[in-house]
């Protein structure tokens, strides 16, 4: 009976939990992969004084390849602290995962990240820095909701801006740490990333309003001497109201290369103090 009734409350609130986060789909997830590019730290001449951001994501996304389809929906907590010239951010995720008809829900790997800018060209129009993150094996990774250890993932990343247009472009390399074994060949179905891989990231935003801006995004990345990997390569388009302290954004995504989903859709939510 005591079995049972585990059974039927984690099926409860495995239900609860898509039907929330199923019903607010159209709503983007705190740190949908690593390898994004953001706003770089403030360049100078804008604001000096630190800043704390709390951002709350949801992401829903339908997937299939070559052992496993369905769909997934995640809800994601993240901080940021901004200085005048460095950043640090947390983010973690929470699940509900169908695989081949089977519920798992359960948190994801939650990554830490902190930034750097090292120089900056005169009239604050362009910046180059660098960056270094870590994921911690949290998430389930036989359940297709972690990688199984712990990733390490330095990188470098440069932000230009213009009167109506800014630039971010990143890229890293992510690699395990220690000896724990990689859930899948493409790591998590909620977050692929290989054992070892070489990642690169692109995002133009267009200011139509001061409030308003639109944004365009690819993300990809290929195996770096791993055993086994895919390449993926993803495009997505989305935009960003700004309403005082309060940000909304709203991104949709689609693979061009590989198969880490078919679709998925986003939707943030952050506030500065």
Known sequence: MDRLRGSVSRRTAAVVFGFVVTGAWPLRGAAADHCEPSAPPALQGESTAAKFALRLGIERANYANERYSGNFAGLGLGTVLTGQAWDVSLDASLYHLVKNGLDVFGPGDPFVRGRVRVWQAEGNTLALGVALGL???????????????????????????????????????????????????????????????????????????????????????????????????????????????????????????????????????????
């Not at 330095?154 to 074994?181: A, F, N």
């Not at 791993?226 to 390449?231: D, F, I, L, S, T």
């Not at 495009?235 to 880490?260: C, E, I, N, Y």
């Open 135 to 273: 994921s911690a094996p949290l998430g389930d990774a036989q359940a297709g909701l972690g990688m199984g250890h712990f990733m390490i993932h330095p990188g470098i990343w440069l932000g230009t801006r213009g009167e109506h247009v800014r630039t971010e472009w990143s890229l890293g390399y992510g690699r395990v740490l220690g000896d724990g074994e990689h859930g899948e060949p493409t790591g998590p179905l909620v977050s692929p990333m290989n054992s070892s891989e070489l990642s690169a990231g692109a995002a133009l935003s267009w200011d139509l309003h001061p409030q308003l801006a639109l944004r365009a995004l690819g993300l990809g990345a290929v195996p770096v001497a791993a055993p086994q990997g895919e390449a993926r390569l993803m495009a997505g388009f989305g935009a960003r109201l700004v309403l005082g302290a309060l940000a909304l954004s709203v991104t949709a995504s689609f693979p061009v290369v590989g198969d880490p989903f078919t679709d998925k859709l986003e939707f943030g939510i952050g506030y500065s103090f």
